[in-house]
């Protein structure tokens, strides 16, 4: 099954940025879609932004495009997330995982999330 670590999450004022970091092993010369996904207090874990396994097909939910950028390295086994202009409303614990491509559906390699990295933004 596959590890993961988040990291890179931290306190903003609005307008800020940040760089997630996801580091991602245990299925070593396996093709994956990765995504990663938020949670805010009270509320459900919510899809954010995937991406295809060779860096292609970025997708981004509304309230995020334009404003996030999912980039991987997977010569590092290494998924990202740039935030910029950033709002409120994106205060959230944030968490990656493998994807089946074209939707928010967990591969099945996936066994449990990892800690997940805090964002909290103020305004």
């Known amino acids: 099954q596959v590890r993961l670590v988040e990291s890179g999450g931290g306190s903003v004022q609005a307008g800020g940025s940040l760089r997630l970091f996801c580091a991602h092993s245990g299925y070593s010369g396996r093709r994956y879609c990765m995504g990663w996904f938020r949670q805010a207090p009270g509320k459900e874990r919510e899809g954010v932004a995937r991406i295809g396994f060779d860096g292609d097909y970025p997708y981004y939910v509304d309230s995020v495009k334009g404003r996030f950028t999912i980039s991987r390295d997977n010569a590092k086994n290494t998924l990202y997330l740039q935030m910029n202009s950033l709002r409120p409303e994106d205060t959230a614990m944030y968490y990656c995982?493998?994807?089946?491509?074209?939707?928010?559906?967990?591969?099945?390699?996936?066994?449990?999330w990892g800690p997940g990295t805090q964002v909290s933004v103020s305004s």
């Open positions: 995982a493998p994807l089946v491509c074209g939707g928010w559906r967990l591969a099945s390699i996936f066994g449990s």
